[in-house]
């Protein structure tokens, strides 16, 4: 069954890095979105991404953060400046419209 | 503001029960509707989708109706396993936004 994959599983990296977590959304999809899930709380959408640009976004998807396809197969979420708060799990997903599938995660440590 | 509840954070029932979990939501108007299962640590597993023209879906034991006068999903598994404890996440979708219920931790007795 296709998956999407992230990488890395684990990231920790110093206040105030710029981090990237990538992703490989499923081949033929054409919608692409990052969610965050900080310990114990829920699914926070971020980003969606359509047509090689940002279709919406939450108010949580501020100038720290940014969204690439650099090219036909990889989707990235770049954080500028990392703060402790952004310590989270951050899922990507892509979707054909009708069903949407998530990636393990990547665990965000900001120490 | 937007505001999605599910029913209770956690939910105990025997094997063999029918679970029911709902979810409610204000202040919004989806297009469609989504239920996902998440196990601790792992991404959220789409299970079924229904649109706000759709009354019911079935999918194996599975079954979801969507009430948009209510505002209201109801979300059954039947002939409930151990194997089904988990977190269940509805969400809701317009436009290319998704937002999330907080979840209800199923946990099934056996």
């Known amino acids: 069954e296709p998956e999407v994959t992230q990488t890395p599983s684990h990231q920790v990296t110093q206040m105030g890095q710029e981090v990237i977590l990538r992703c490989v959304p499923i081949?033929?999809?054409?919608?692409f979105y990052w969610y965050r899930q900080i310990l114990g709380q829920k699914v926070e959408f971020l980003v969606s991404?359509?047509?090689?640009?940002?279709?919406?976004k939450s108010e949580i998807f501020d100038d720290q953060f940014s969204v690439e396809r650099p090219d036909g197969s990889n989707f990235t979420l770049k954080i500028r400046s990392t703060k402790l708060e952004d310590s989270a799990m951050y899922f990507c997903?892509?979707?054909?419209?009708?069903?949407?599938?998530f990636g393990s995660g990547t665990r965000l440590t900001v120490v | 503001s937007q505001k999605i509840e599910q029913n209770s954070e956690a939910l105990n029932i025997q094997e063999g029960k029918t679970a029911t979990l709902t979810c409610n939501y204000t202040?919004?108007?989806?297009?469609?509707l989504q239920w996902y299962r998440q196990d601790p640590g792992r991404g959220p597993v789409f299970l079924l989708l229904?649109?706000?023209?759709?009354k019911e879906k079935r999918k194996e034991r599975l079954k979801v109706t969507f009430d948009t006068t209510l505002k209201q999903s109801l979300f059954h598994i039947t002939a409930s396993q151990p194997a089904d404890s988990a977190t269940y996440l509805c969400?809701?979708?317009?436009?290319?936004?998704?937002?999330f219920g907080a979840g209800t931790r199923l946990t099934v007795k056996p």
């Open positions: 997903a892509s979707s054909d419209w009708s069903t949407d599938t």
């Open positions: 081949s033929n999809h054409l919608y």
């Open positions: 991404f359509y047509n090689n640009e940002i279709s919406e």
């Open positions: 202040n919004y108007s989806p297009a469609y």
């Open positions: 229904i649109r706000e023209n759709e």
């Open positions: 969400a809701l979708v317009r436009n290319n936004d998704m937002r």
